[in-house]
């Protein structure tokens, strides 16, 4: 019964790190979409800039991030 509830944990954890990183990928494309939307004055400055560079790299590679960490636990659930 306790190998049971350990494998339901790492689940749990897996799901959630996936989720984490999901957000983290798509975070700054939705903060320049939203800005775009409500025409923020910020959308012009050095930092926004750094955003829209900052989302394209992080959503191209998200998926990357998202098959090495199902890789990862997945191994440390079936052991």
């Known amino acids: 019964m306790r190998q049971c ?3 339901v944990s790492q689940v ?19 903060v320049v979409n939203v800005m775009k939307r409500f025409e ?15 989302y394209v790299y992080s959503y191209s590679i998200g998926p990357i991030y998202t098959t090495i960490i199902i890789i990862i636990m997945t191994r440390s659930v079936q052991s």
């Open 5 to 7: 509830w350990t494998v």
């Open 40 to 54: 923020l004055s910020m959308l012009h400055s050095e930092t926004a800039f750094f955003i829209k560079v900052g």
């Open 12 to 30: 749990i954890k897996m799901l959630l790190t996936i989720i984490i990183v999901f957000f983290v990928c798509w975070g700054p494309k939705l």
